[in-house]
């Protein structure tokens, strides 16, 4: 059950890789690098707390979102705005107090921050640019984290929380994307 949940991660990027190739999609940049990295950091607090039931995922996580990023280089959002610029210095400001920390829960907490703020230009863009976006990948992702969540076997906040954080960060890309093309399409008709 737990490779579940990492199943549904790989498949989950398939649409998002696809779209971007053809141009329909655009990652924005900044986010996508900032996820990159606090996964992979995030990656030794998983290992640090002993969070084996998750670390599976938060692996694959990493894997696909660097591979976005990379796409995002090419096929991604262009320009850099003050929102960049502020999301990018306060991510990596709770980065770094988060390595800094001795303690692997809170810098998990920490790292949930980081993830958040790096989370706020692709709201700003599906609020934007919905057409730029694909939600299925975000929605997808939210179920991997679903599946992931309910075949955990340490009920430990620590161990719970991330899983919790992805599903519930997803299904409100995944939403707002969905709900602004439709406001858009209506608004059309």
């Known amino acids: 059950m737990k490779l579940l949940g990492s199943l549904f991660a790989i498949v989950s990027v398939i649409p998002y890789i696809i779209t971007t190739l053809r141009g329909q999609t655009r990652p924005v940049r900044v986010a996508w690098g900032l996820w990159a990295l606090i996964l992979w950091v995030s990656l030794g607090a998983q290992w640090q707390l002993e969070a084996w039931d998750t670390m599976t995922f938060v692996l694959i996580d990493a894997i696909l979102v660097t591979t976005i ?3 995002s280089l090419r096929y991604g959002t262009r320009g850099w705005t003050r929102i960049d610029t502020l999301c990018l210095t306060t991510s990596l400001l709770a980065i770094i ?8 829960v809170y810098a998990l907490y920490l790292m949930i921050v980081a993830d958040l703020i790096a989370a706020v230009p692709i ?13 299925v990948p975000f929605l997808l992702f939210a179920l991997g984290g679903i599946v992931t969540f309910v075949s955990n076997t340490r009920w430990e906040f620590h161990s719970i929380m991330f899983p919790l954080y992805i599903i519930s960060m997803n299904l409100l890309i995944g939403s707002l994307i969905v709900v602004r093309k439709w406001i858009i399409a209506k608004a059309a008709s």
Do not use: C, D, G, V
């Open 69 to 71: 990023f990379l796409l």
């Open 97 to 104: 107090i988060w390595r800094l920390t001795t303690n692997p």
């Open 123 to 135: 709201f700003i863009h599906a609020h934007n640019s919905p057409h730029e976006e694909n939600a």
